[in-house]
T-cell receptor, first 116, second 112 residues
Framework: DARVTQTPRDKVTEMGQEVTMRCQPILGHNTVFWYRQTMMQGLELLAY????????DSGMPKDRFSAEMPDATLATLKIQPSEPRDSAVYFC??????????????FGPGTRLTVL | TQLLEQSPQFLSIQEGENLTVYCNSS?????LQWYRQEPGEGPVLLVTVVTGGEVKKLKRLTFQFGDARKDSSLHITAAQTGDTGLYLC????????????FGTGTRLQVFP
């Protein structure tokens, strides 16, 4: 059954280290989203792509975060250097109806990041 | 910035009870969705409501979109332990239907 996959599921790292999170969207979905979820801020959109092109990354700290889609089956979110305040669960979601009132997004299981 | 406030923030009830969760904003949305999220998983879409005043039912769950398309409610009848989870409303803003603006969340615990 089709689902969004994310790796790793858990990542513990030290401040200053580079972190790369990967996402495989559902085959055929043309829009991929990256979200961050924390207790304080809830679920926030970081960036999204359509047909592999970045459309909006205004939710992302530009100096340390970067998001790419090297191909249609892989999206990456990189943090360099990581900081303790980046600790959160990062979700990838994909969809094919973005841009309509039925913007259904399918979420992956998330990557739980802890920066010490 | 469009914000969606949910209430209550936490809800702890016994099996068989009814409950209502509210999702409010001062802004108009193109449509509104409700998601449920279980521990260790991503949110899963329950329903999309599009028309002001629309009511949708999904078994014991009833969803309503406000007439002015600024608010919504989720009512659960005869809650079950399987309803436990984090309920999130998400609005699709009129200025950009690519995006979802998520609410603050309601954490529901149903005890046997």
């Amino acid at each position: 059954d089709a689902r969004v996959t994310q790796t790793p599921r858990d990542k513990v790292t030290e401040m200053g280290q580079e972190v790369t999170m990967r996402c495989q969207p559902i085959l055929g979905h043309n829009t991929v989203f990256w979200y961050r979820q924390t207790m304080m801020q809830g679920l926030e959109l970081l960036a999204y792509f359509r047909n592999r092109a970045p459309l909006d990354d205004s939710g992302m700290p530009k100096d340390r975060f970067s998001a790419e889609m090297p191909d249609a089956t892989l999206a990456t979110l990189k943090i360099q250097p990581s900081e303790p305040r980046d600790s959160a669960v990062y979700f990838c979601a994909s969809g094919s109806l973005a841009g309509s009132s039925y913007n259904e997004q399918f979420f992956g299981p998330g990557t739980r990041l802890t920066v010490l | 910035t469009q914000l969606l406030e949910q209430s209550p923030q936490f809800l702890s009830i016994q099996e068989g009870e009814n409950l209502t969760v509210y999702c409010n904003s001062s802004s108009v949305f193109s449509s509104l969705q409700w998601y449920r999220q279980e521990p260790g998983e991503g949110p899963v879409l329950l329903v999309t409501v599009v028309t002001g005043g629309e009511v949708k039912k999904l078994k014991r769950l009833t969803f309503q979109f406000g007439d002015a398309r600024k608010d919504s409610s989720l009512h659960i009848t005869a809650a079950q332990t399987g309803d436990t989870g984090l309920y999130l409303c998400a609005g699709i803003p009129t200025y950009n239907t690519d995006k979802l603006i998520f609410g603050t969340g309601t954490r529901l615990q149903v005890f046997p």
